[in-house]
């Protein structure tokens, strides 16, 4: 299975931005799908943003216009830029890949957006 790892979590103020990382261990060229999801505690996990392996590209309604995710395939890594924060996306966030075979999970990363 791929082990995914996810950096560039943090604290940000009200407004700021982030850009996560998740660095998978193989090749993700042919990956089937991409996904960050988040979970707040006490509640179920929740898709963000997701793009196939053929670039298409989907969005949860409280991000669209705000989060941008993107593959590079060179440097098997899935990027998702996180602009104008706010304290609602306060979450553990989490990289997550299927690769047609398996489902793969990261160990998710904390974002805390805070004034």
């Known amino acids: 299975q791929a082990q995914l790892v996810e950096s560039g979590g943090g604290l940000v103020q009200p407004g700021g931005s982030l850009r996560l990382s998740c660095e998978a261990s193989?090749?993700?060229?042919?990956?089937?799908?991409m996904a960050w999801y988040r979970q707040t505690p006490g509640n179920q996990r929740e898709v963000v943003a997701q793009v196939s392996d053929e670039d298409v590209k989907w969005y949860s309604p409280p991000v669209k216009g705000r989060f941008t995710i993107s593959r590079d395939n060179a440097k098997n890594t899935l990027i998702l830029e996180m602009n104008n924060l706010s304290p609602d996306d306060t979450a553990v966030y989490f990289c997550f890949a299927h690769t047609g075979k398996n489902a793969n999970w990261g160990q998710g990363i904390q974002v805390t957006v805070s004034s």
């Open positions: 193989e090749s993700i060229r042919n990956f089937f799908v």
